[in-house]
Nanobody
Framework: QVRLVESGGGLVQPGDSLRLSCATS????????MAWFRQAPGKEREFVAA????????RYSDSVQGRFTISRDNAKNTVSLQMTSLKPEDPAVYYC???????????????????WGQGTQVTVSS
């Protein structure tokens, strides 16, 4: 069992930055690829960013490429999402997820991620 707890969400203005963190516990963190997904009201959950077990490979959705950065600290069992230049279309509940089966290049598919946090709300409003 892997427990994931997100933090760092909040209300910001367009153009601002925000850093989300996900603390994990329960299993060996470095055995899991990690990802962030988000879900806005009335919309499907969508992939945001993923990082491989070692942190050497990352993937981003087109909508956040160049603005968001995913990173992990395997010594501290945490994964983070640095969000910059936030846009009005970025508000959502952001979820941290763990995938214990994928080695190498991380997956963008939510079905691969067997463990999920409870989510943290990000609101962008002027």
């Amino acid at each position: 069992q892997v427990r994931l707890v997100e933090s760092g969400g909040g209300l910001v203005q367009p153009g601002d930055s925000l850093r989300l963190s996900c603390a994990t516990s329960g299993r060996t963190f470095s055995n899991y690829a990690m990802a962030w997904f988000r879900q806005a009201p009335g919309k499907e959950r969508e992939f945001v960013a993923a990082i491989s077990r070692s942190g050497s490979s990352t993937r981003y959705s087109d909508s956040v490429q160049g603005r968001f950065t995913i990173s992990r600290d395997n010594a501290k069992n945490t994964v983070s999402l640095q969000m910059t230049s936030l846009k009005p279309e970025d508000p959502a509940v952001y979820y941290c997820a763990a995938d214990g089966s994928t080695r190498g290049y991380p997956s963008t598919g939510s079905v691969r991620y067997g463990y999920w946090g409870q989510g943290t709300q990000v609101t962008v409003s002027s």
